[in-house]
């Protein structure tokens, strides 16, 4: 039976700032962010957008009364959750008006999280192939004002819905994976920025995907050349870059130049929106499927999920016959291009707003936020959404 991708679709908060402006604010030279980095514009999350109502708002633009009725496992992956205990999935499920008779729930490791729900959500279809899935990734990242990893922050969600005979994208049975117990990127529950060792984070990505790589050739005797193109977590877009460069000299000129070239589209919304953690390999995959327009039903992807402290997978999928037409290429562009460019100093009065954690009451005017549905304020502890068409 194939099992994979029926829907994708993203939703990125309304805000981001110039890259080059935030380099001259920091005092470094823009070109370190643009090109040694690789970011041009990087996504400012309101206070009135969480990890939940970006997923919910990715998801929004997908679901139909079809899909509302078979849709019984949503798998939210994060390392931003609102809660330690309770799963945003349960929040989204609500806001989605989906079903009752639904498992929800979270996972978390680092980067990684999407992908585990993207595998546990193969698995419930084999078991039950009427089902759909909704695999949602949705992130915040945050280092720091005036940090090294500022420029790599971002904030953004990817929606996926998962079924049988999907109309996007096969996911193949094969894929290799490992984990390693390092401190290359972590962040304790005490923290809301992340605690990262940048060099050793880069060099561990770079060798987990060697790893990855050599035991997935050696698992289905594929070659580079059996792919059309290659998408790699992107933490920025220079990433990826480093971790395929040490492997083009093994590949004829040909493969070499495709999979550079095609790593380079898949860059495209990524350098808009920055590190939205365990969504950026899909958001990087959505990057390709909707602006690489030479991409032929039958080509194979390979996926690159690295997701820190540290779990890497390296798995496949293989396009369908009118992938294209299901795709929501249209909506994507203009939810980028009507987002709105706040000045570094209003980014810095976003980064700093907080949450009551006292008890206390907050609203906030929904007309701040365009988005369909927004956190409207907190009471008694309790985040309050709202989704301005119900
Ligand atoms: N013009 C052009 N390029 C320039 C330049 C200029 N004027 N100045 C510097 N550069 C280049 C540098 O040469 C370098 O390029 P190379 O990597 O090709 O050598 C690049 O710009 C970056 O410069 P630095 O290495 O000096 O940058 P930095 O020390 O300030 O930090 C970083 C970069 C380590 C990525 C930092 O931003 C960081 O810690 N980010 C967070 C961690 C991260 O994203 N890690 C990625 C792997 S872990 C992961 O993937 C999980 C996750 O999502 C976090």
Same mark, same amino acid.
């Given at each position: 039976?194939?099992?994979?991708?029926?829907?994708?679709?993203?939703?990125?908060?309304?805000?981001?700032?110039?890259?080059?402006?935030?380099?001259?604010?920091?005092?470094?030279?823009?070109?370190?962010?643009?090109?040694?980095?690789?970011? #041009?514009?990087?996504?400012?999350?309101?206070? !009135?957008?969480?990890? *939940? /109502?970006?997923? =919910?708002? @990715?998801?929004?633009? $997908?679901?139909?009364?079809?899909?509302?009725?078979?849709?019984?496992?949503?798998?939210f992956g994060t390392e931003t959750g609102i809660d330690h205990s309770k799963a945003g999935a349960v929040y989204v499920n609500s806001l989605l008006g989906l079903k009752k008779n639904v498992r929800a729930?979270?996972?978390?490791?680092?980067?990684?999280?999407?992908?585990?729900?993207?595998?546990?959500?193969?698995?419930?279809?084999?078991?039950?192939?009427?089902?759909?899935?909704?695999?949602?990734?949705? #992130?915040?990242?945050?280092?720091?004002?005036? !940090?090294?990893?500022? *420029? /790599?922050?971002? =904030?953004? @969600?990817?929606?996926? $819905?998962?079924?049988?005979?999907?109309?996007?994208?096969?996911?193949?049975?094969?894929?290799?994976?490992?984990?390693?117990?390092?401190?290359?990127?972590?962040?304790?529950?005490?923290?809301?920025?992340?605690?990262?060792?940048?060099?050793?984070?880069?060099?561990?990505?770079?060798?987990?995907?060697?790893?990855?790589?050599?035991?997935?050739?050696?698992?289905?005797?594929?070659?580079?050349?059996?792919?059309?193109?290659?998408?790699?977590?992107?933490?920025y877009t220079r990433m990826g870059e480093k971790a395929l460069k040490p492997h083009l000299e093994s590949m004829s000129e040909d493969v070499a130049s495709r999979l550079e070239s095609n790593y380079k589209?898949?860059?495209?919304?990524?350098?808009?929106?920055?590190?939205?953690?365990?969504?950026?390999?899909?958001?990087?995959?959505?990057?390709?499927?909707?602006?690489?327009?030479?991409?032929?039903?039958?080509?194979?992807?390979?996926?690159?999920?690295?997701?820190?402290?540290?779990?890497?997978?390296?798995?496949?999928?293989?396009?369908?016959?009118?992938?294209?037409?299901?795709?929501?290429?249209?909506?994507?562009?203009?939810?980028?291009?009507?987002?709105?460019?706040?000045?570094?100093?209003e980014y810095e009065t976003e980064f700093l707003k907080e949450l009551p954690t006292d008890g206390s009451s907050i609203e906030y005017d929904e007309e701040s936020d365009p988005a369909t549905i927004y956190?409207?304020?907190?009471?008694?502890?309790?985040?309050?959404?709202?989704?301005?068409?119900?």
């Amino acid at each position: 039976m194939k099992i994979g991708i029926d829907k994708i679709g993203f939703f990125a908060p309304h805000m981001y700032i110039d890259m080059v402006n935030l380099a001259e604010a920091r005092g470094d030279d823009p070109l370190k962010y643009t090109k040694g980095i690789g970011q #041009d514009e990087m996504a400012v999350n309101p206070v !009135t957008q969480d990890t *939940v /109502t970006m997923a =919910a708002n @990715a998801a929004l633009q $997908l679901i139909d009364e079809t899909d509302r009725e078979k849709i019984d496992f949503v798998i939210f992956g994060t390392e931003t959750g609102i809660d330690h205990s309770k799963a945003g999935a349960v929040y989204v499920n609500s806001l989605l008006g989906l079903k009752k008779n639904v498992r929800a729930i979270e996972t978390k490791q680092a980067c990684y999280g999407a992908t585990a729900a993207i595998q546990l959500g193969r698995g419930h279809i084999a078991l039950n192939p009427d089902s759909k899935v909704l695999v949602l990734a949705s #992130d915040i990242a945050r280092y720091g004002l005036a !940090t090294p990893g500022e *420029v /790599t922050q971002g =904030a953004g @969600a990817v929606a996926i $819905l998962l079924s049988k005979d999907p109309k996007i994208m096969t996911i193949e049975q094969e894929s290799t994976y490992q984990t390693d117990d390092i401190m290359d990127f972590w962040r304790p529950v005490y923290s809301d920025v992340a605690i990262v060792d940048g060099k050793y984070s880069n060099d561990k990505y770079i060798e987990f995907f060697a790893d990855v790589w050599s035991a997935y050739k050696e698992k289905t005797n594929r070659d580079f050349s059996d792919f059309e193109a290659i998408c790699f977590h992107l933490p920025y877009t220079r990433m990826g870059e480093k971790a395929l460069k040490p492997h083009l000299e093994s590949m004829s000129e040909d493969v070499a130049s495709r999979l550079e070239s095609n790593y380079k589209i898949s860059t495209t919304y990524n350098r808009l929106v920055g590190n939205i953690y365990t969504g950026s390999l899909y958001l990087s995959l959505l990057s390709l499927l909707e602006n690489q327009t030479d991409l032929k039903a039958g080509a194979r992807i390979g996926l690159y999920s690295y997701g820190s402290g540290s779990v890497g997978e390296f798995f496949t999928g293989i396009l369908e016959e009118g992938f294209r037409e299901h795709l929501n290429t249209a909506n994507h562009k203009e939810l980028l291009a009507n987002r709105k460019e706040v000045t570094v100093a209003e980014y810095e009065t976003e980064f700093l707003k907080e949450l009551p954690t006292d008890g206390s009451s907050i609203e906030y005017d929904e007309e701040s936020d365009p988005a369909t549905i927004y956190l409207s304020g907190i009471k008694d502890h309790m985040r309050q959404y709202k989704n301005k068409k119900s």
